[in-house]
């Protein structure tokens, strides 16, 4: 089992322990640590990129509960330096951040939230009905974010039965292993850029500004 610092740390380079490094179908290799700093693919989240040693981190992926790093050339067992791509991470907690508030406001005009999506450019959450939901517009949606980014409300992590759970400030936390901002304002401006419904479903899409 691969210990997942990021659910408690922000760092983007420490140490780890290599444990095994195996070839993939595809030729390149998959490496297992004893803890990582890297965010593998899910969630609606984007991978993590950077470095073990020098060797580049190409994706990283979940498989049980390991975490493996995939990698074009193998590295040998021992200690290893781990360096997360700083900027690509922040870009990735802002986008999920801002998931985390739209799923939010969609909410209290009774929709649930039920898929999300946080990749750059692509962002957008999936609703399911609730009881009495009504269709806001973009600038309903946008004022409640607004004032939320105003309040700059810190995020929450905690465990509960050994589920992680995120949220800010007094907000509703979501069940998450995500990557998220310290701080609200951390986001920068949040901009909805449509809402519509499909098959019974409100879908948001939102971009921020680089």
């Given at each position: 089992m691969t210990e997942r610092l990021y659910y408690t740390s922000d760092n983007t380079e420490g140490q780890a322990?290599?444990?095994?490094?195996?070839?993939?179908?595809?030729?390149?290799?998959?490496?297992?640590l004893d803890r990582t700093l890297f965010h593998p693919q899910g969630g609606g989240q984007p991978a993590d990129a950077g470095w073990i040693d020098d060797e580049p981190v190409e994706t990283v992926l979940a498989r049980g509960d390991d975490v493996l790093h995939i990698v074009a050339k193998p590295l040998l067992p021992?200690?290893?330096?781990?360096?997360?791509?700083?900027?690509?991470?922040?870009?990735?907690?802002?986008?999920h951040s801002a998931g985390h508030l739209i799923?939010?406001?969609?909410?209290?005009?009774?929709?649930?939230?039920?898929?999300?999506?946080?990749?750059?450019?692509?962002?957008r959450i999936t609703f399911a009905a609730g009881e009495n939901g009504t269709l806001p517009d973009t600038l309903s949606l946008q004022e409640k974010i607004n004032a939320w980014q105003a309040d700059n409300l810190s995020r929450q992590v905690t465990f509960t039965d050994g589920l992680r759970q995120v949220g800010f400030g007094h907000l509703l936390a979501y069940p998450c292993g995500g990557t998220h901002v310290a701080h609200l304002s951390e986001i920068g401006?949040?901009?909805?850029?449509?809402?519509?419904?499909?098959?019974?479903?409100?879908?948001?899409?939102?971009?921020?500004?680089?």
């Open positions: 322990n290599l444990l095994s490094c195996l070839a993939e179908p595809d030729g390149r290799y998959a490496v297992v021992g200690i290893v330096n781990l360096r997360v791509d700083a900027a690509l991470r922040q870009l990735h907690a802002r986008l799923g939010l406001a969609g909410t209290a005009f009774g929709w649930r939230p039920v898929k999300a999506h946080h990749w750059p450019n692509e962002g401006p949040v901009t909805i850029t449509q809402v519509k419904m499909k098959k019974g479903q409100m879908i948001v899409n939102y971009t921020l500004v680089p």
